[in-house]
């Protein structure tokens, strides 16, 4: 089974890519769970009543959404020994406290993944995606800040890939582009 981790920073696009290659993967008959690594904690939070919204998440202390993020990675790492699995989650989360790993060493432990995707876009373009979407409490960021998170999650990902012997991936995934984007996610994957 591959264990494929699928990441960006909030409002590229990753979710919406995670879907459309779904898609073209099925197409080309491979199959793929999806698994939002956001969702399974919001549901271990809610179970805990921390939190009631998952953009909460992230501002909780550090040490909790840790705890949180650990029995997160335990739920998946369970769901991963029956199918090929896409893990939509973040190489790093921007919080109050400074940039938290996504996948520190006792996730990656379980989950072991195969391929680190990063899904990227220009500055600008996260910037209107975000403005745009008005079903999320997103933080404001501007251009520079996003350039950096980008940038430390592509020095995460070759961290997590030197735990774990996984390869780096980066799709690009412009205005206009999502298609080509969701085919290379299928070419990478199938
Ligand atoms: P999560 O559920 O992953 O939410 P998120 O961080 O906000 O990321 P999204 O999934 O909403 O954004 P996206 O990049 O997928 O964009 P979307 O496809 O929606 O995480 C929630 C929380 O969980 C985190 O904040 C954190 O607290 C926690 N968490 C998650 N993983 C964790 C971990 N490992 N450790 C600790 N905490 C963790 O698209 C955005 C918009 O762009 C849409 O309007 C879409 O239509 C548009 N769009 C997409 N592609 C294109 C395109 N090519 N052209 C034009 N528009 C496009």
Partial sequence: MTVAVLTGVPGVGA???????LEELSERDVEYEVVSFGTVMLEVARDEGLVEERDEMRKLPSETQRDVQRQAGERISDMAEDANIMVDTHCTISTPEGYLPGLPKWVLDGLQPDVIVLVEATADEILFRRLDDETRERDFEGTEEITEHQEMNRAAAMSYATLTGATVKT????????????????????
């Fill in 171 to 190: 799709i690009e995934n412009s205005d206009g582009g999502l298609e080509e984007a969701a085919s290379e996610l299928a070419d990478t994957l199938e």
């Fill in 15 to 21: 979710t919406t890519l995670a879907e459309h290659g």
